[in-house]
């Protein structure tokens, strides 16, 4: 199923997320609660960015407090990489404002914002070693030599290549340039720490091992972070919170969780994790038929008679073939295995449900609970839709 949204509605500054630390302090957090009474450290107003005709950018609204670690997820082309570039100032708004610490930044140059980025490509020097390459900065700024060499041995230490800075960037690791790429936007203690999907270049390994450490130096150091990435893996475990974008639009913006198991859409349902949908119509007050199949969903809003789509995720089925078919469970349904598929520590199942053969559903068991119902000879199985994991939507949505 493909989604094209039109825009979600979003508030125009969003202040729900985690607790935030102010950048480089160490102090205590600021708990969600008092957002309201702290000033964000980096606003964006109203951004629109065009090409010629094209729209890449839209009615643009977000608040970054400081401390917090914010990912911009979305598809390819969905504008996430074009606003980094506007908030660095690599590329300039159409129309729009940014403020940086209270200070309008909207038109400064690049040169002159407070912010480190580091690159899908490292762009590390290949002629100068690992120290050298982390030193650059700092000898812009004329600082005494000792004080440099100081810097540099604290940050690399800090990203775990300390005794490496004499090496070059060939002789380094991907995930080794990619620390020395990070030391190197911190070496003047910038308050805002830009990354343009840092990890993509890497090896699977590599990149969630790096994922964390990214995670646990930001939240150590407190700096306020920006990172741009399509892994929705990546922008689960290390945000704060996840801009869901879409086609130059803010679809959704909210906590790793709450986008998770609340998508305000279907398009965010479904790009996030994996989703199942179902087409149906709201038959009367939370009772939702998809074909012969009628359910039971007391998280609907949609008026009755109206077409709808149910999502709910593959892991949050249970079969219940092991209970008797008279047991009271709401949206319970039988359904035919079409395929099975070994993911290591669980099974995918394709299933069809009984009235509704049409519409194909994934469910997701655990290894040990595969075995125990002898997977490989299994046809049919019972299944419940819990009424409380099943999301509606409009079906114009």
Request: charged residues 20%.
């Amino acid at each position: 199923m493909t989604f094209s949204e039109q825009p979600a509605t979003v508030k125009r500054y969003e202040t729900a997320g985690p607790s935030v630390a102010k950048p480089g302090s160490g102090s205590p957090a600021i708990a969600p609660e008092s957002r309201s009474l702290c000033e964000p450290y980096l606003r964006i107003e109203n951004i629109h960015k065009t090409f010629g005709k094209f729209v890449a950018l839209k009615d643009i609204y977000l608040d970054v407090y400081p401390g917090e670690f914010v990912c911009l997820l979305g598809p390819s082309g969905c504008g996430k990489t074009t606003l980094l570039r506007i908030i660095s100032g690599l590329e300039t708004q159409t129309q729009g404002r940014i403020f940086q610490d209270g200070q309008d930044v909207s038109h400064l140059p690049a040169s002159t914002r407070d912010f480190g980025i580091v690159f899908q490509s490292y762009a590390l020097f290949p002629n100068l070693t690992a120290q050298q390459n982390v030193a650059y900065g700092l000898q812009n700024q004329r600082l005494p030599r000792t004080q440099i060499t100081t810097r540099v041995n604290e940050l690399l230490d800090m990203v775990g290549l300390a005794g490496m800075g004499h090496k070059y960037p060939a002789q380094l690791s991907g995930g080794q340039q990619q620390r020395v790429a990070l030391a190197r936007a911190l070496a003047l203690s910038p308050g805002l720490l830009l990354l343009d999907e840092p990890l993509s270049a890497l090896d699977a390994q590599v990149r969630v091992k790096l994922r964390s450490e990214i995670a646990n130096l930001q939240r150590r150091l407190g700096i306020t972070t920006v990172m741009v990435t399509h892994d929705q893996a990546e922008a689960l475990a290390m945000a704060d919170r996840i801009v869901v974008m879409n086609r130059g639009y803010i679809a959704q913006i909210g906590t790793p969780r709450t986008i998770y198991q609340n998508p305000s859409t279907p398009f965010v349902a479904n790009f996030i994790g994996v989703m199942n949908f179902l087409n149906g119509t709201v038959e009367a007050e939370n009772i939702v038929r998809c074909g012969n199949i009628v359910l039971h969903t007391p998280h609907n809003t949609v008026p009755i008679g109206q077409a709808v789509v149910i999502a709910i995720r593959p892991e949050d089925m249970r079969v219940v073939s092991d209970l008797p078919s008279d047991h009271d469970l709401p949206n319970r349904v039988e359904a035919e295995v079409i395929s099975t598929e070994f993911l290591g520590a669980g099974y995918r199942l394709e299933l069809t449900l009984s009235g509704n053969a049409r519409q194909p559903i994934t469910l997701e068991i655990s290894a040990n609970r595969a075995r125990n119902m002898g997977i490989d000879a299994l046809e049919t199985l019972s299944i419940q839709l819990p009424p409380d994991m099943i999301r509606v939507f409009p079906a114009e949505q």
